[in-house]
């Protein structure tokens, strides 16, 4: 199942959706969560997402719901589900990070979406200025406070994603937190007032000790770790030694396309953007 139109993005396929419809007859699809763990169908055939009717055909407690829109023409749902929910037969919780691993891109695109109004519905239950129960408010996504009016979105944080080269060679580095022997790009969020450019330099400056010149802009990808809207860069090595900060960056080298190490799942824009510098260098990806 494809859920986004590659050939002409400007066309979309999924319709975001406040309001539910009156009455469920139709099959949708729902995107269940227990925390950060997505439910999945273990047989497939042919989508991982489970396709009901109705929610309660599981059987399952709901802490809260949201309508999601209409995937050409099929209702979707996201769904919270208590901390100790046990997934019920042929079915298995896979955690977030492994999940984008074993589906589709524009299936994971989805899911992404699905777990941020998840996040945003689970946190904004109650106003952070005055402490009262917020409500939906009407055709928007949003939470309204009915006592002092404050509104609540969901909450998109920026941040950037560079590849630098320096010749025929690209930097890759290693945070403490990756899967063993895999190497990534530079990353790290905007800071207030920051333009994302100025973040490049900035990140890149903190966490390896590089200057870097000809920042060029090279696409976006949403990021559900936490709610992050990904903005990736090109740039070209100007100056200085590699010092990984031992914090953010454990290792960091450059490497020829002759001698790559782990790299990132495809769907990453993190391995966009290396697969962009593999094709610039002549190779099949």
């Given at each position: 199942?494809?859920?986004?139109?590659?050939?002409?993005?400007?066309?979309?396929?999924?319709?975001?959706?406040?309001?539910?419809?009156?009455?469920?007859?139709?099959?949708?699809?729902?995107?269940?969560?227990?925390?950060?763990?997505?439910?999945?169908?273990?047989?497939?055939?042919?989508?991982a997402?489970?396709?009901?009717?109705?929610?309660?055909?599981?059987?399952?407690?709901?802490?809260?719901?949201?309508?999601?829109?209409?995937?050409?023409?099929?209702?979707?749902?996201?769904?919270?589900?208590p901390?100790?929910?046990?997934?019920?037969?042929?079915?298995?919780?896979?955690?977030?990070?492994?999940?984008?691993?074993?589906?589709?891109?524009?299936?994971?695109?989805?899911?992404?979406?699905?777990?941020q109004?998840?996040?945003w519905?689970?946190?904004?239950?109650?106003?952070?200025?005055?402490?009262?129960?917020?409500?939906?408010?009407?055709?928007?996504?949003?939470?309204?406070?009915?006592?002092?009016?404050?509104?609540?979105?969901?909450?998109?944080?920026?941040?950037?994603?560079?590849?630098?080269?320096?010749?025929?060679?690209?930097?890759?580095?290693?945070?403490?937190?990756?899967?063993?022997?895999?190497?990534?790009?530079?990353?790290?969020?905007?800071?207030?007032?920051?333009?994302?450019?100025?973040?490049?330099?900035?990140?890149?400056?903190?966490?390896?000790?590089?200057k870097?010149?000809?920042?060029?802009?090279?696409?976006?990808?949403?990021w559900?770790?936490?709610?992050?809207?990904m903005?990736?860069?090109?740039?070209?090595?100007?100056?200085?030694?590699?010092?990984?900060?031992?914090?953010?960056?454990?290792?960091?080298?450059?490497?020829?396309?002759?001698?790559?190490?782990?790299?990132?799942?495809?769907?990453?824009?993190?391995?966009?953007?290396?697969?962009?510098?593999?094709?610039?260098?002549?190779?099949?990806?």
């Amino acid at each position: 199942m494809s859920l986004t139109n590659r050939e002409n993005p400007s066309y979309p396929k999924f319709i975001v959706g406040i309001e539910p419809p009156a009455g469920r007859t139709e099959k949708a699809l729902w995107f269940i969560f227990r925390g950060r763990d997505i439910l999945f169908k273990v047989r497939k055939n042919p989508s991982a997402i489970p396709k009901l009717v109705d929610f309660g055909e599981l059987g399952l407690p709901v802490v809260r719901e949201q309508y999601l829109g209409m995937l050409e023409g099929t209702h979707c749902y996201s769904v919270e589900l208590p901390a100790d929910t046990k997934a019920p037969e042929g079915m298995e919780f896979v955690d977030l990070r492994k999940a984008h691993s074993e589906i589709s891109e524009g299936c994971f695109e989805l899911v992404n979406k699905a777990v941020q109004v998840v996040e945003w519905d689970r946190t904004n239950q109650f106003c952070s200025r005055c402490g009262t129960k917020t409500v939906q408010k009407p055709g928007e996504r949003g939470k309204e406070c009915p006592s002092c009016g404050e509104l609540f979105y969901p909450r998109i944080s920026p941040a950037i994603i560079v590849l630098i080269r320096k010749g025929h060679e690209v930097l890759l580095a290693r945070s403490p937190n990756f899967p063993p022997a895999v190497y990534s790009l530079i990353a790290g969020f905007v800071e207030p007032g920051e333009t994302a450019e100025t973040a490049v330099a900035r990140e890149v400056w903190e966490e390896v000790g590089l200057k870097v010149r000809n920042i060029t802009y090279f696409g976006t990808q949403a990021w559900p770790f936490p709610n992050s809207l990904m903005i990736g860069f090109t740039a070209e090595y100007d100056s200085g030694d590699i010092r990984p900060d031992g914090f953010e960056i454990e290792d960091a080298k450059w490497f020829s396309v002759e001698d790559l190490p782990a790299l990132p799942g495809k769907i990453s824009i993190s391995r966009k953007l290396i697969d962009h510098f593999l094709k610039e260098e002549g190779l099949e990806v």
